[in-house]
């Protein structure tokens, strides 16, 4: 079964650009959740997707966006960037469900996002 | 909301001998716990996770971690560390009812020879 995929490995961009990412999950998996990471901040949440519907968000500025599609690709994007907004960026896929269930969560190799 | 501490930023350990990470946690729900390493330019790879029942945790590579509810921990243990061990180690937690994960700040490990 192919691990999670996400494209592209490594961006650069400069100070204001957009930049979208993108991350197919395994095959069958549902549920897809978004993480930044930084030297400084550590592993944060950005949001969860679930069947196309965003089910967890963590604490980021509206410039961070995501969505699902039907066939549970899930793509994020990065408005009006600066320079804090590089990182790598993770996405975990898993079978999600029920509430109190545990699947586990997969992840992705990550794109690291430089902005000059 | 779920926090984690690890209490080690860096441990260096020669190759064969033990290792402890310690990791706590605070939560006022239900919580599963996970320990996860990253090598270099990868992702997350799951050692173990304590979901419910017995609190000592078997992982993959001979890692194991113990799960202690009154004192809200659950250091990751390994009783004979080799080279390939080298790599960053993060605990995470997160409330049993979403899959949104809190983790630690990492636990950066130098196995030397």
């Known amino acids: 079964k192919a691990g999670v995929t996400q494209t592209p490995r490594y961006l650069i961009k400069t100070r204001g650009q957009q930049v979208t990412l993108s991350c197919s999950p395994i095959s069958g998996h549902r549920s897809v959740s978004w993480y930044q990471q930084t030297p400084g901040q550590g592993l944060q949440f950005l949001f969860e997707y679930f069947s196309e519907t965003q089910r967890n968000k963590g604490n980021f500025p509206g410039r961070f966006s995501g969505r699902q599609f039907s066939n549970s690709r899930s793509e994020m994007n990065v408005s009006t960037l600066e320079l804090g907004d590089s990182a790598l ?25 430089t902005v000059l | 909301a779920q926090s984690v501490t690890q209490l080690d930023s860096q441990v260096p350990v020669f190759e064969e001998a033990p290792v402890e990470l310690r990791c706590n946690y605070s939560s006022s729900v239900s919580v599963y716990l996970f320990w ?15 979901l419910s029942g017995s609190t000592l945790v078997k992982g993959i590579n001979g890692f194991e971690a113990e799960f202690n509810k009154s004192q809200t921990s659950f250091h990751l243990r390994k009783p004979s560390v080799h080279i390939s061990d080298t790599a960053e180690y993060f605990c995470a937690v997160s409330a049993s009812h979403d899959y949104k994960l809190s983790f630690g700040a990492g636990t950066t490990v130098t196995v030397r020879a």
């Not at chain 1, 993770?90 to 794109?111: R, V």
């Not at chain 2, 996860?36 to 304590?50: A, E, H, R, S, T």
């Open chain 2, 36 to 50: 996860y390493v990253q090598y270099p330019n990868q992702g997350l790879q799951l050692l173990l996770k304590y």
């Open chain 1, 89 to 113: 960026y993770l996405c975990a896929s898993s079978y999600g469900g029920l509430a109190g269930t545990y699947n586990e969560q997969f992840f992705g190799p990550g794109t690291r996002l």
